[in-house]
């Protein structure tokens, strides 16, 4: 069994370390601190006269803070333990830990405490192989301080440590030599300032006990707020207002300021996607709608400010296109790896336009769609100039940066996920369902948006019609009658991708579908090939390619299923969009703690248990936000014109559900539902 991980989170800054709360080097898992892709630490171990210590308890204050309760030894000194050590963690915009030493005997104790210190400044991109740096190491004994610092060229990275008690200095750390009174106790405060190429580096010891408790007040305060403007939840379910919070708080921690000049938009997730995801962000900002819509704007603007301009392959940048993913490590910054600013996403583009359309229909902010016509408009130019590859009216992609370039541009983005159900690979460009959907979708919406806020008929008359025409199309090319569901993909000579895969839910999210064929494709949704009882499956069992344990072909993602249950009930397929909520909804109860990324697919009935996987990140935005859209489909929340419906859909033994002060153009709502009862009302305030 490998070694508990923990954490603590604030933005796209995290600290990753063991059960007693230090940190050392694992090839296998970013252990450390890491703040912008870098990591600042990678060595923090506490020992008290020479011993390790060993946890007799934790508390996890919340996302950005916890204390471990610790003693020297074996666990059988644990009864008898003289002396026991207390170690609170904090982070903001530095790493805080506060040493406390109590001594339980009658008698003084002479004690030395030493914290071993080291920085590698790994790109998170290398973690398993980092390369070697030559890190300078500065121990200034006069101020009390360790300097860790690494320079390539302008690329400057530094570690400053300090105490705000007396140590002894040197190149591996800090030694503190104390003496503790019977029942007394003695304390640090331990500072890591992290600083970056022409950022003046300051020191932070004077008052950094008041300024840590500002810090740690402002946190809570702005998370008691978060909390408070989104809406209450009540409900006879037991569980279930326990996991809306701790959803929301999962999302308040993943919320991270990119640019000085834009507002805090959530990034993809612990611990590989610290950073914003084109596509994780906008899914989230979709989730999260009748909760926390705040998140959407800033994360419109930011991605509209980022839009593609120029033709660049080794980015996989065209016009029109929006942002895959944007870093700030060595690896981005020398273009080791092209993700400085990453656009090898094909559905970033058509997500970017449905959300701009679903948050003026929540919001009723016009002057944000105004505001964004531009940007709105070189997207929709993008779909049909560059998405459309081999021009037969398909939203297709292939790299164009064959050397690193995201190979599937989707967010089955495995390089084993897109195959047919022999496990044969097809050839490129390739145009997958939910891409058609997606694309479809954003023509529905823009032609709305274009005929209201843009002044421009005859352009939604043209959107509307291109829509209609890829429907058709779509419904005619992709469907597999002999199977009775949607290819997952053609190929470029218009070949099907026969494999049953969850992307066909998308299709259902879109309205892409046939309305005479949305049964059939519930029915496989719901179907023991692909139905696990947690979720559906990213690819049906029976299938060559099927591995219950495989990300995108078998396993069950949260994020998917949510978008799968508000498929089925916008085809009125409401009992089997209930099963989805409740599997999902029994996971995360089980497992406690974050939503995770992904579980594995195995059937319900033979683990009896979620089976969590170890590449799954815990906690990710779109993963806490799938419960949110799952609360939301069950309500059946959806705006229209001034007002908010409410067409509930709740499974067996959900009980009743309240949820109150739901934000909208109508002000504030509640909404009220009970299980198994089609009755319901919304009231408006």
């Known amino acids: 069994m490998s070694q508990e991980r923990l954490h603590v989170v604030a933005g796209n800054a995290f600290v990753i370390g063991d059960a007693q709360g230090d940190i050392e080097v694992d090839p296998h898992a970013p252990v450390g601190l890491f703040s912008f892709d870098t990591r600042f630490l990678s060595r923090w171990v506490l020992t008290v006269d020479g011993e390790r210590l060993n946890a007799l308890s934790r508390d996890d204050l919340t996302y950005f803070e916890t204390r471990f309760v610790l003693v020297p030894g074996a666990a059988s000194h644990y009864v008898d333990a003289d002396v026991s050590v207390i170690r609170h963690r904090s982070l903001n915009d530095s790493f805080n830990e506060r040493l406390i030493v109590l001594n339980h005997s009658a008698e003084p104790a002479d004690l030395t405490v030493r914290m071993e210190i080291g920085a590698d400044f790994a790109d998170i991109a290398e973690i398993g192989q980092p390369r070697h740096r030559e ?109 809306y919070r701790c959803c929301l708080t999962d999302l308040a921690a993943l919320r991270y300021e990119p640019l000085s000049s834009v507002d805090r938009v959530p990034v993809g997730g612990l611990p590989w996607a610290m950073s914003l995801y084109g596509r994780d962000s906008i899914i989230t900002c979709l989730q999260t709608l009748p909760f926390v819509p705040e998140l959407t704007p800033a994360t419109l603007r930011l991605l509209a400010l980022l839009q593609g301009g120029r033709l660049d392959d080794e980015h996989d940048e065209e016009p029109g296109k929006i942002l895959a993913e944007l870093r700030y490590g060595e690896a981005a910054a020398f273009g080791d790896r092209p993700t400085a600013l990453y656009y090898g996403a094909a559905d970033t583009t058509p997500l970017f336009l449905i959300l701009l359309d679903e948050y003026e229909r929540w919001s009723g902010d016009g002057e944000l769609v105004r505001q964004l016509r531009h940007p709105a408009r070189m997207a929709l130019d993008w779909i049909d100039e560059y998405g459309d590859l081999i021009g037969d009216g398909y939203l297709r992609y292939q790299t164009r940066n064959p050397r690193t370039g995201t190979v599937n541009q989707i967010w089955k983005d495995s390089a084993d996920a897109i195959a047919d159900r022999h496990c044969r690979l097809p050839a490129f460009p390739r145009a997958t369902c939910e891409l058609q959907g997606y694309a479809y979708d954003a023509k529905v919406r823009g032609a709305r948006l274009a005929r209201e806020f843009w002044d421009d008929p005859e352009w939604a008359d043209g959107l509307e019609r291109q829509a209609a025409e890829l429907k058709e199309r779509f419904n005619r090319d992709f469907w597999l009658p002999d199977r009775g569901y949607y290819a997952l993909a053609l190929g470029p000579d218009g070949e099907p991708v026969d494999a049953l895969a969850s992307n066909i839910g998308h299709l259902l999210w879109s309205g892409i579908v046939d309305a005479g064929r949305a049964g059939a494709v519930a029915d496989h949704l719901l179907g023991p090939a692909m139905f696990s009882g947690w979720g559906v499956r990213t690819l049906a069992a029976g299938q060559r390619s099927y591995n219950p344990v495989g990300s995108h072909v078998g396993a069950v993602w949260p994020s998917d299923n949510s978008l799968i249950a508000a498929g089925l009930r916008r085809y009125g397929y409401d009992e089997q969009a209930a099963r989805v909520a409740a599997g999902i909804v029994d996971m995360a109860n089980i497992l406690g703690g974050p939503v995770p990324e992904l579980i594995a697919g195995y059937p319900r009935s033979l683990t009896k248990y979620p089976v969590q996987l170890p590449s799954a990140g815990r906690p990710q935005s779109w993963s806490s936000g799938a419960v949110l859209l799952l609360l939301a489909t069950m309500l059946g929340l959806s705006p229209c014109g001034e007002n908010l419906l409410v067409n509930p859909a709740l499974p067996k033994g959900f009980g009743r559900i309240e949820l109150y002060d739901i934000p909208g153009r109508w002000g504030h709502a509640d909404a009220y539902a009970r299980d198994r009862v089609r009755g319901h009302r919304a009231r408006l305030r």
């Open 135 to 243: 890190v300078a190491v500065f121990a200034d004994a006069d101020r009390g301080q360790l300097r860790l610092r690494y320079n390539r060229g302008r690329f400057g990275r530094e570690a400053v440590v300090s105490s705000t008690a007396p140590a002894d200095v040197d190149r591996g750390g800090m030694t503190f030599r104390i003496r503790v009174e019977p029942n007394g106790q003695w304390l640090t405060d331990l500072h890591i300032a992290m600083t970056f190429q022409g950022e003046a580096g300051r020191d932070m010891r004077a008052d950094l006990t008041t300024h840590r408790q500002h810090i740690r007040r402002g946190m809570r305060e702005d998370l008691q707020a978060w909390l408070d403007r989104a809406p209450q939840l009540i409900a006879e379910h037991d569980a279930l207002p326990e996991l």
